[in-house]
C-alpha cells in the first residue's frame, strides 16, 4: 500500500479556485490508479474525479466536469486536483485514493490506500 497525504484545501469565496495535491509514499506510484472524493456533513462520500496509471484516462464526475480536472506527476509522486469556478456546494472534505488494481475507477471499493482528506470550503 501507499501512504497519502493531501493539501491545499482552504476557505475559498464562490467563483474562486484551489489546487489540492496528494503526495504518495512508495517508488511504485506510477502503477496505481488514482481518484478523488469527497464528503459533505451528513453526506456519504462521493466520487470527484480519477486518473488512470500513465494520465492518459481521466473521469470526472458530472457535477464537476467542467469546472474540475485532475492530473499526475508520476515523477514527483503526486496527483492534482484543480478546482475552478468553486461554488458552495463543493464544500467537503476531499480524499485522495489509490488502487493497486483498478485505472480510473469511480467506486469507492475499488481503493486499496486513502488519505486523511483536506477541508474544501466554499463560501457565498
Known amino acids: 500500500q501507499v501512504q497519502l497525504v493531501e493539501s491545499g484545501g482552504e476557505l475559498v469565496q464562490a467563483g474562486g479556485s484551489l489546487r489540492l495535491s496528494c503526495a504518495a509514499s512508495?517508488?511504485?506510484?506510477?502503477?496505481?490508479?488514482m481518484g478523488w472524493f469527497r464528503q459533505a456533513p451528513g453526506k456519504e462520500r462521493e466520487f470527484v474525479a480519477a486518473?488512470?496509471?500513465?494520465?492518459?484516462?481521466?473521469y470526472l464526475a458530472d457535477s464537476v466536469k467542467d469546472r474540475f480536472t485532475i492530473s499526475r506527476d508520476n515523477a514527483k509522486n503526486t496527483v492534482y486536483l484543480q478546482m475552478n469556478s468553486l461554488k458552495p456546494e463543493d464544500t467537503a472534505v476531499y480524499y485522495c485514493?489509490?488502487?493497486?488494481?483498478?485505472?480510473?475507477?469511480?467506486?469507492?471499493?475499488?481503493?486499496?490506500?486513502w488519505g486523511q482528506g483536506t477541508q474544501v470550503t466554499v463560501s457565498s
Open positions: 485514493a489509490a488502487s493497486r488494481t483498478y485505472s480510473g475507477s469511480r467506486r469507492k471499493a475499488d481503493y486499496d490506500s
Open positions: 486518473i488512470g496509471w500513465s494520465g492518459g484516462m481521466k
Open positions: 512508495g517508488r511504485t506510484f506510477s502503477m496505481y490508479g
